[in-house]
């Protein structure tokens, strides 16, 4: 499940501090930028499609809310992981001019699009195949814009796999800003997003209506 890996990802990070925001119909922020990772990992298990009962995909404005909790940081490496099962179709603003105002403001945002292409789904009549309405060319170019990566997860072993290659490739940029830090000495004692390692980081998940597995 989408939940477990979000929840094994925050646990190996160390001194980052990460927030949630979730959208469906609209979008809002579950859990503020904390280092209380029991705090983020109940949070996270909590999420059920009955907070936001209603269907849609708010896209842009989760990326909107996310800014606006990371501009509350002075955390020089900032950056979003965007889940997603579904296009956008429901909001104020749509994704690309919400990657636009991130790209200003250097968050980088890794985006991940949920779902095989065609998926089974079991009714009263019987199976039925299901065509994914997720909008690859859209996560594309959200992650283009802000120096981010698009990728696709069809399972949860899949899922697993792109978290672990966020962390490590975030981990290396992590280092080159330490070392920065250390010749500085302390100019960023107000750091919210990472304290130490310099990264705040926000986990946008959409409501999955649609199964990883078929």
């Known amino acids: 499940m989408a939940k477990e890996t979000a929840a094994r990802f925050v646990d190996g990070r160390l001194d980052d501090r990460i927030g949630i925001v979730l959208f469906a119909e609209d979008a809002f922020s579950y859990a503020p930028l904390t280092l209380d990772y029991d705090l983020l990992k109940t949070q996270i298990k909590s999420i059920n499609p009955n907070i936001m009962p209603k269907e849609g995909t708010a896209m842009g404005s989760a990326i909107a809310v996310a800014i606006n909790r990371m501009e509350q940081t ?119 997003a990472g304290v130490i390692l310099a990264c705040s980081l926000l986990l946008m998940m959409s409501f999955f209506y649609n199964p990883l597995e078929g």
């Open 74 to 192: 002075k955390s020089p490496s900032q950056i979003m992981i965007l889940l997603t099962d579904g296009a956008s179709n429901r909001g104020q603003i749509d994704p690309i001019t919400a990657a636009n105002l991130a790209k200003d403001r250097r968050i980088k945002i890794y985006s991940i699009g949920i779902g095989k292409e065609n998926y089974q789904r079991r009714t009263m009549f019987g199976t039925q195949t299901i065509k994914s309405d997720l909008d690859e060319e859209t996560l594309k170019q959200v992650s283009e814009l802000t120096k981010g990566k698009f990728f696709r997860s069809t399972n949860e072993q899949s899922l697993d796999e792109i978290f672990n290659i966020i962390s490590g490739m975030e981990k290396v940029e992590i280092k080159e800003d330490h070392i920065r830090e250390e010749r500085d000495i302390y100019p960023g004692i107000l750091l919210t």
